[in-house]
C-alpha cells in the first residue's frame, strides 16, 4: 500500500506499508522539535488506511511507556530488554520507574519474590514515586501473593490514606480479613466498598 502524505516542514512523504508489522510499529514516524525544544512525532496510522491520508502530530512514546505496553501485553523478554538497560542510568528516577515495570512484569509472571526487591529498589532510588497510590496498591498485593498479610494490610492502609476511595484497596483489606475469617473486618470492609461502588452493580460483585 502507497500513501502520499506532507511531513515535517512541509515536505511530502511516500509511505509504503511494510510487508508485515511487529508490535509497537503500526505507523510510519518522522521526527523532530517543536518551538520549545520538545521531541515531537508526526505519524501515519496503518490502521487507517482505508482514510484519506492523514498524518497526526504528537508527542514521540515514551520508552517506559513501550516497556509497559509489552509488560501488560505478556512479552516479557522485550520490556526487559527496554527496562534493564535503565537500570544503569544515572537519573534514580530513571532507574526507579525501570524497576517498577520489572515488577510488574515478575508479579504477572508469578514471582512476587523478585517482584518485591525490584520494589523495594525503586524506593531506595524515588522514595516518594515509591509512597504513590498506585505503587502503595501494588505493594499490598505483592506482599499478599508472599502470604505476608501484615505488610499487605499496611500498603492498603496506606494507600486509603491517600484515597479513601480506592477500590483496589478496600478489596484488599477485605480479602486479608476473609482469609483471616476475621467477620467484623470483613463486613466493614465490604460496606466501605459498596459505598465506593455505588450503583456498580458489577464492581459491587466482583
Given at each position: 500500500?502507497?500513501?502520499?502524505?506532507?511531513?515535517?516542514?512541509?515536505?511530502?512523504?511516500?509511505?509504503?506499508?511494510?510487508?508485515?508489522?511487529?508490535?509497537?510499529?503500526?505507523?510510519?514516524?518522522?521526527?523532530?522539535?517543536?518551538?520549545?525544544?520538545?521531541?515531537?512525532?508526526?505519524?501515519?496510522?496503518?490502521?487507517?488506511?482505508?482514510?484519506?491520508?492523514?498524518?497526526r502530530?504528537?508527542?514521540?512514546?515514551?520508552?517506559?511507556?513501550?516497556?509497559?505496553?509489552?509488560?501488560?501485553?505478556?512479552?516479557?523478554?522485550?520490556?526487559?530488554?527496554?527496562?534493564?538497560?535503565?537500570?544503569?542510568?544515572?537519573?534514580?528516577?530513571?532507574?526507579?520507574?525501570?524497576?517498577?515495570?520489572?515488577?510488574?512484569?515478575?508479579?504477572?509472571?508469578?514471582?512476587?519474590?523478585?517482584?518485591?526487591?525490584?520494589?523495594?529498589?525503586?524506593?531506595?532510588?524515588?522514595?516518594?514515586?515509591?509512597?504513590?497510590?498506585?505503587?502503595c496498591?501494588f505493594?499490598?498485593?505483592v506482599?499478599?501473593?508472599?502470604?505476608?498479610?501484615?505488610?499487605?494490610?499496611?500498603?492498603?492502609?496506606?494507600?486509603?490514606?491517600?484515597?479513601?476511595?480506592?477500590?483496589?484497596?478496600?478489596?484488599?483489606?477485605?480479602?486479608?480479613?476473609?482469609?483471616?475469617?476475621?467477620?467484623?473486618?470483613?463486613?466493614?470492609?465490604?460496606?466501605?466498598?459498596?459505598?465506593?461502588?455505588?450503583?456498580?452493580?458489577?464492581?459491587?460483585?466482583?
Amino acid at each position: 500500500v502507497t500513501m502520499i502524505a506532507t511531513g515535517l516542514g512541509g515536505a511530502a512523504v511516500q509511505v509504503k506499508r511494510p510487508p508485515k508489522l511487529e508490535v509497537f510499529e503500526t505507523v510510519v514516524e518522522r521526527t523532530g522539535t517543536d518551538n520549545v525544544g520538545m521531541t515531537v512525532t508526526e505519524t501515519i496510522d496503518y490502521d487507517k488506511l482505508d482514510q484519506p491520508a492523514v498524518v497526526r502530530r504528537g508527542r514521540q512514546p515514551s520508552t517506559l511507556g513501550a516497556a509497559a505496553a509489552a509488560v501488560l501485553g505478556g512479552e516479557y523478554a522485550r520490556a526487559r530488554a527496554v527496562l534493564e538497560p535503565l537500570l544503569k542510568m544515572d537519573d534514580p528516577s530513571a532507574r526507579a520507574a525501570a524497576h517498577y515495570q520489572l515488577a510488574r512484569g515478575s508479579c504477572r509472571q508469578a514471582q512476587p519474590a523478585k517482584a518485591l526487591k525490584h520494589l523495594g529498589a525503586a524506593d531506595e532510588d524515588d522514595p516518594d514515586g515509591g509512597a504513590s497510590l498506585a505503587a502503595c496498591q501494588f505493594k499490598g498485593q505483592v506482599y499478599e501473593k508472599l502470604g505476608r498479610a501484615e505488610e499487605a494490610g499496611k500498603a492498603y492502609d496506606q494507600a486509603l490514606q491517600l484515597d479513601p476511595g480506592s477500590a483496589d484497596a478496600l478489596l484488599g483489606l477485605l480479602r486479608l480479613a476473609l482469609a483471616a475469617k476475621d467477620q467484623a473486618e470483613a463486613l466493614d470492609c465490604l460496606r466501605r466498598y459498596t459505598v465506593v461502588a455505588g450503583d456498580d452493580v458489577e464492581r459491587v460483585l466482583q
